[in-house]
């Protein structure tokens, strides 16, 4: 009889061991804030893509790009190419970069080029642009696929509108893994569009992603709260508002919050009611 009772106390402990272990893993996995800030280097990076196209289209002007305090993305070591049909208008630019890394004026360093192919005007209804990166990185990690954008027209606001579709491939710098991401969004651009200054923009984005992160998990990814970027010089490289609900599979939904508009390159990653703070920077 003691036999069996000390047989079934080992069997107890080693169950509460398994259990207490167990517990303990889900709580460190819950914890876990790697996925949600990928998707946000997914989101900031093709995100940039189409500013950069945007930047192109309205000037056309290899000067503009050189004004750090108008808010211009492109330095003074971007180089652009274009192929025109007549005069007025280009059927495509290139943005060079260069084989070393250009320091932007945003502070990011990119290499590589962006092939920039217009089938229409850029603020004329129905035009799509289609952005494709050619060896192209960004703070050295590798970006590959395409992105189409289309002028969706005027919304009931006056605000023009341009739906967003996206699927490329972010090679992570420092054999950090790979990164798949695609999303279906629309991006209506709020202010700023009579101008060809930079600094008065801002944009609203909303919509859906999904893909895989580069441990290999795959997510989906829903802006429950329209994305603010803002152009404004302190502002300009990351969102300065909005929420996300991104969920990793096999695993709590993550509510990514970037504020409420101050410029400070933070967002709060919630798992399970508890709050995470990363740096965007």
Request: with cysteine.
């Given at each position: 009889?003691?036999?069996?009772?000390?047989?079934?106390?080992?069997?107890?402990?080693?169950?509460?061991?398994?259990?207490?272990?167990?517990?303990?893993?889900?709580?460190?996995?819950?914890?876990?804030?790697?996925?949600?800030?990928?998707?946000?280097?997914?989101?900031?990076?093709?995100?940039?893509?189409?500013?950069?196209?945007?930047?192109?289209?309205?000037?056309?002007?290899?000067?503009?790009?050189?004004?750090?305090?108008?808010?211009?993305?492109?330095?003074?070591?971007?180089?652009?190419?274009?192929?025109?049909?007549?005069?007025?208008?280009?059927?495509?630019?290139?943005?060079?970069?260069?084989?070393?890394?250009?320091?932007?004026?945003?502070g990011r360093a990119?290499?590589?080029?962006?092939?920039?192919?217009y089938n229409g005007?850029?603020?004329?209804?129905?035009?799509?642009?289609?952005?494709?990166?050619?060896?192209?990185?960004?703070?050295?990690?590798?970006?590959?696929?395409?992105?189409?954008?289309?002028n969706l027209g005027?919304?009931?606001?006056?605000?023009?509108?341009?739906?967003?579709?996206?699927?490329?491939?972010?090679?992570?710098?420092?054999?950090?893994?790979?990164?798949?991401?695609?999303?279906?969004?629309?991006?209506?651009?709020?202010?700023?569009?009579?101008?060809?200054?930079?600094?008065?923009?801002?944009?609203?984005?909303?919509?859906?992603?999904?893909?895989?992160?580069?441990?290999?998990?795959?997510?989906?990814?829903?802006?429950?709260?329209?994305?603010?970027?803002?152009?404004?010089?302190?502002?300009?490289?990351?969102?300065?508002?909005?929420?996300?609900?991104?969920?990793?599979?096999?695993?709590?939904?993550?509510?990514?919050?970037?504020?409420?508009?101050?410029?400070?390159?933070?967002?709060?990653?919630?798992?399970?009611?508890?709050?995470?703070?990363?740096?965007?920077?």
């Amino acid at each position: 009889m003691k036999t069996v009772v000390k047989f079934l106390g080992l069997v107890i402990v080693v169950i509460t061991i398994l259990t207490t272990s167990c517990r303990k893993q889900d709580r460190e996995e819950d914890s876990e804030t790697t996925s949600a800030a990928e998707n946000f280097m997914a989101t900031n990076f093709t995100n940039d893509m189409a500013n950069i196209a945007d930047e192109a289209a309205k000037t056309k002007n290899v000067s503009s790009f050189k004004d750090a305090q108008q808010a211009s993305i492109l330095s003074s070591c971007t180089t652009l190419q274009f192929d025109t049909l007549n005069n007025a208008d280009a059927d495509s630019i290139k943005v060079n970069f260069g084989t070393t890394n250009c320091i932007c004026n945003d502070g990011r360093a990119r290499r590589g080029s962006l092939l920039i192919i217009y089938n229409g005007k850029y603020k004329d209804s129905l035009a799509t642009i289609t952005i494709k990166p050619i060896g192209y990185f960004v703070n050295n990690n590798g970006i590959s696929g395409s992105k189409t954008i289309k002028n969706l027209g005027r919304n009931s606001h006056g605000n023009i509108v341009y739906q967003f579709n996206a699927a490329v491939v972010i090679t992570k710098a420092n054999n950090g893994g790979t990164i798949n991401w695609a999303c279906n969004r629309q991006r209506e651009w709020t202010n700023g569009q009579s101008t060809l200054a930079w600094i008065d923009d801002k944009y609203s984005i909303t919509g859906t992603a999904s893909g895989s992160n580069s441990n290999g998990r795959s997510f989906t990814s829903n802006i429950t709260k329209p994305l603010i970027r803002d152009m404004a010089l302190a502002c300009r490289k990351h969102f300065t508002s909005g929420t996300i609900e991104h969920t990793p599979s096999g695993k709590p939904t993550r509510t990514i919050d970037f504020g409420n508009g101050a410029c400070d390159g933070k967002a709060t990653v919630t798992i399970n009611g508890k709050a995470y703070v990363i740096d965007l920077n």
